[in-house]
């Protein structure tokens, strides 16, 4: 029998197997996005660092004592975004996509930004992760027109606003 566990991170947890799921996320869902040389050359534990933002939240998503997934968000970094809630950063072990794991990060973690008083929510997404966005517009983002263009690995990408404001849908999550 499966256990799930969709909880905040804390002191007992793993930093190497949170960040680990970082690493095989980028190299999976960036592939041919980002430049290989560039995710062959991410080193093991590159993530823990963010783990300890104190303005960010993570939460994780474990099952059966695994660690699976992995979301961080916070108040919107960006000033003209000021009232939104973002959502930082989102991963999965790419064994665990299409299984409805994400889904059910994605719903909890949606509940938690509702319930810090946050009625609207962005994410940006690399306009070429189409996995990624069709995922999002599945659970109710929206893609914007907005856009900024970011280095990684030497290559200019632009990522993609996606913005959720239904407070209809948002009540589904309370």
Known sequence: MKYLEIRYINEYDNKMEISE???KSWRYAYKDIIPQEFLDSIEKGKWIPILDFTDWRTVVCIENGKYIGTISFSKSR???YFSYGEIISFYILPEYIGKGYGNKILKYVIKELYGL???QLLLWVLEDNYLAKKFY???GFIETDNYMVDNIG???LKEVMFIYKNEDMLGNYK
């Open 21 to 23: 799921i970082y690493e």
């Open 117 to 119: 008083g946050y009625s």
């Open 137 to 139: 517009k599945k659970n």
């Open 78 to 80: 960006f000033q003209e």
């Open 154 to 156: 030497g290559k200019e």
